[in-house]
């Protein structure tokens, strides 16, 4: 008797993820240290900050290991061993605001001036040979009363594309997170709620 249990297939696991989002954006960062979110459907800390739309490419988790193959005498494989693990996460910011140039550029490399009676608000941007500090990070995403919530409590973003302005398209800025690994060894958190609820 084949005692292997089965799984019926079951169309509402498929998830569509669209951006949580309504006054707010659906990405997020906060200051190190700030308290995370555990579940999906945790309220989020007042210390993370949005920075608004992002492109229809959504949001992509990148996930890598590499190992080591251990043999014995005969040249057998016997032990896979774990050499490295590297956990990104990546997404283009469809806003060139503030924020968004402070996940590309770093908080220190950005400076605004408020608007006066002869110009408006002003940003400016000084690049350099520097990477942004790292950040605590959260990443809301739907489908319909389905809830995920990606968290990374320690990442550190970078530019990952170049930045165009063209008369055709909307300037975009690609963003690449590397996950570095929390107090308990861990990179990426991934919290889900189907949305059903008991009676």
Known sequence: MNRRQKMAVNASNVLVGAPDQLVTGAICDAPLGTKLPTHALDKINAAFEDSGYISEDGVSLSLKTSTETIRDWSAAGIRQILKEFTGTVKWTELEVSKKSLERA???????????????????????GAQIPSPRSWVFKIKDGKKKVLLV????????????????????????????????????????????????
């Open 105 to 127: 550029f770093g908080t220190d490399s950005v400076t605004t001036e408020a608007a006066g009676q002869d110009h408006g608000t002003r940003v400016s941007v000084a690049i």
């Open 152 to 199: 990374v409590p320690n990442g550190q973003a970078t530019i990952s594309d170049d930045i165009s302005f063209t008369s055709s398209d909307a300037a975009t800025i690609g963003i690449e997170l590397n996950c570095a690994p929390d107090e308990r060894g861990k990179n990426i958190y991934i919290y889900t709620d189907d949305g059903v609820f008991s009676a």
